[in-house]
């Protein structure tokens, strides 16, 4: 009886060690894909591709839930979720992530929305304009990005 009780505790800490070591991500509803800019994969598990870049890498993750490494991100540069046209409007973004939309650029198929959301997180600088969020609005999907799209769109 002992050594089951001890078994069960053991199983009950490695089990609390383990929950403290990763956290789960849920993508957000309606997004088909989530893009993580990092110098070293954060998550846990496999990727579903890998694009390598010259100072960083995009891993593509189609699942709905994703477990993270470390829950302060360190190596990680920014991260976007990609959109299906017909499941989110850029302004339904806008209007959920209260974003003070600051330039716009217009594109080939579309147009890029570069904002300070007030959920904060990282920024950059852009024409002396703190940016912590892009929105673009292509031909085929709505990305959004923080603060950047670091891949192609």
Not at 71 to 92: F, H, R, W
Not at 105 to 112: H, M, R, S
């Amino acid at each position: 009886m002992k050594s089951i009780a001890i078994y069960i505790l053991a199983i009950i800490f490695l089990s609390a060690v383990a929950l403290g070591l990763s956290y789960q991500v849920k993508l957000p509803d309606g997004a088909q894909e989530m893009q993580v800019y990092s110098l070293a994969t954060p998550l846990v598990g496999e990727c579903d591709q890998v694009d390598m870049m010259t100072n960083f890498n995009i891993y593509h993750y189609y699942d709905k839930f994703v477990s993270i490494k470390d829950c302060k991100l360190d190596n990680t540069l920014g991260v976007a979720y990609v959109y299906p046209k017909d499941s989110m409007s850029e302004q339904i973004l806008m209007k959920r992530l209260s974003i003070d939309v600051r330039f716009t650029q217009d594109l080939e198929n579309g147009v890029t929305y570069y904002g300070k959301s007030k959920a904060g997180g990282r920024s950059v600088y852009i024409d002396g304009q703190e940016i912590n969020v892009q929105i673009v609005n292509n031909k085929n999907y709505i990305i959004v990005g923080f603060p950047l799209i670091m891949g192609s769109y």
